[in-house]
């Protein structure tokens, strides 16, 4: 599967931003989906997992109250809105497909084997 992510950019701190990232194939709805950030110097770290129907979903603790991921298998994307920024968010920002993980995984290094080429956010103080 290819992934491609966009809708990244500069913002204000305070505003907000939509991450889509796009699936090609036909089997979107049998992966588990994920979406990362690696600021300079970082690890890549993760931000927000939702599994396959939809019906699990994980934030990380920084983003909680903040970002929404949500997906749509018949258009084959997966979704990250964005609100309340901080310069902190400041990252690039990757999706991530696990096609095999029976359970939703909270690690970027478990399950998730394809990537998608990433997304730059910049948040402005």
């Known amino acids: 599967v290819q992934l491609q992510a966009s809708g990244g950019g500069l913002v204000q701190a305070g505003g907000s931003l939509r991450l889509s990232c796009a699936a090609s194939?036909?089997?979107?709805?049998?992966?588990?989906m994920g979406w990362f950030r690696q600021a300079p110097g970082k690890e890549r770290d993760t931000v927000a997992a939702?599994?396959?129907?939809?019906?699990?979903?994980y934030y990380a603790d920084s983003v909680k109250g903040r970002f929404t991921i949500s997906r749509d298998n018949a258009k084959n994307t997966v979704y990250l809105q964005m609100n309340s920024l901080k310069p902190e968010d400041t990252a690039v920002y990757y999706c991530?497909?696990?096609?095999?993980?029976?359970?939703?995984?909270?690690?970027?290094?478990?399950?998730?084997?394809?990537w998608g080429q990433g997304t730059q956010v910049t948040v402005s103080s």
């Open positions: 991530a497909a696990d096609p095999r993980s029976r359970y939703l995984s909270l690690a970027p290094s478990v399950g998730y084997v394809h």
């Open positions: 194939g036909s089997s979107f709805s049998s992966y588990n």
């Open positions: 939702i599994s396959r129907s939809g019906g699990s979903i």
